[in-house]
């Protein structure tokens, strides 16, 4: 059967102003602002020359191409699943045929999307200014257009939403909690260091063999939080999380001193569809919105509601 890929659903751009509305855990300095590694908040011109000071940093780091290349291995595999399915089709009754290895690692037949959370205050954070310098860079090697990228932080400034937007990404209007759907686009989601509930939301919202299939996520380890947390209280708190733990693969992104407090017990993972398939039915039939209201840690601030 063809797998269909819908149309994304319309997203709407925020105006330059700061929104108190969250989708992330809130750190302990306040959005990385206030720490030992915050400087004041500059102008926007600023912001975007020291912006490029720290992707090139990261351009000559040991950390960099490895890191690069987790991620674009874990984005082939995906992209390969996907491209076994249409092989398939086109033997059974298209006729067309697939290319071969020197194509781009993203295809026009699976163009893929970008959406970002939590990166907290760039301007005058220079971890926040890194993680952001490295999605770009990440962008550009996996061939993704900023104009199919989207980011969210309820901490932006407005300073920091007129840089993102001068970089050509979108801006999101709304807190969305995480909860979103990838539309049976292929989607890579970056949430470095953002709250637990946030992951699970996600996976909530895309609860299905097909869309996890079609998702990579770099953010928290989940094998990490398999060590650190209860099995109880992942299985009340964070179920979506705890039933997808045996079906996913999961890289960690290389540890240098350098970067230690930037990318610390972050990986890519992704969603083998065989692991998916052989999941119990009824698994899949167990929808229940996340709620927390007993989760006494949440990490993330929800969306506000009048």
């Known amino acids: 059967m063809a797998t269909v890929v819908a149309a994304p659903e319309p997203w709407s751009a925020v105006a330059p102003r700061k929104k108190r509305s969250a989708g992330r855990r809130p750190r302990r300095d306040e959005g990385r602002a206030r720490g030992p590694r915050a400087e004041p908040e500059a102008d926007g011109e600023a912001v975007l020359r020291r912006l490029r000071e720290a992707e090139e940093d990261l351009r000559i ?42 194509e ?15 990166l907290g205050n760039f301007a005058s954070c220079v971890t926040a200014r890194s993680q952001l ?38 801006v999101l209007s709304e807190n969305e ?4 759907s990838i539309q049976g686009q292929p989607t890579v989601f970056y949430m470095p260091h953002c709250g637990t509930a946030l992951y699970n939301n996600l996976l909530w919202s895309n609860w299905s063999v097909d ?22 209280i992942l299985q009340k708190n ?51 919105e996340p709620n927390y209201q007993d989760c006494e840690d949440l990490e993330i601030i929800r969306k506000q509601t009048d």
């Open 61 to 102: 780091s040991d950390f960099c191409s490895s890191a690069l290349e987790t991620i674009t291995q874990c984005l082939r595999k995906q992209l390969e699943q996907l491209q076994g399915l249409t092989e398939a089709l086109g033997r059974l009754d298209l006729g067309s045929s697939p290319g071969g290895s020197g």
């Open 104 to 118: 781009p690692l993203v295809t026009s037949a699976f163009p893929v999307k970008c959406v970002c959370y939590g």
């Open 133 to 170: 310098a490295f999605m770009l860079l990440f962008l550009e090697k996996c061939q993704i257009p900023r104009s199919r990228c989207w980011v969210y932080d309820p901490l932006f400034s407005q300073a920091e939403v007129s840089v993102l937007t001068s970089l050509g990404v979108t």
């Open 177 to 180: 909690e995480g909860k979103h």
């Open 211 to 232: 869309a996890l299939s079609r998702m990579v996520i770099i953010g928290n380890s989940f094998r990490g939080l398999e060590e650190r947390l209860l099995v109880r």
């Open 238 to 288: 964070y179920p979506y999380i705890e039933k997808i733990l045996k079906s996913l693969e999961e890289l960690p992104l290389p540890r240098t001193p350098q970067y230690m407090d930037t990318f610390n017990d972050t990986s890519v993972h992704w969603f083998p569809l065989l692991k998916l398939e052989g999941l119990p039915r009824d698994l899949w039939a167990s929808q229940e």
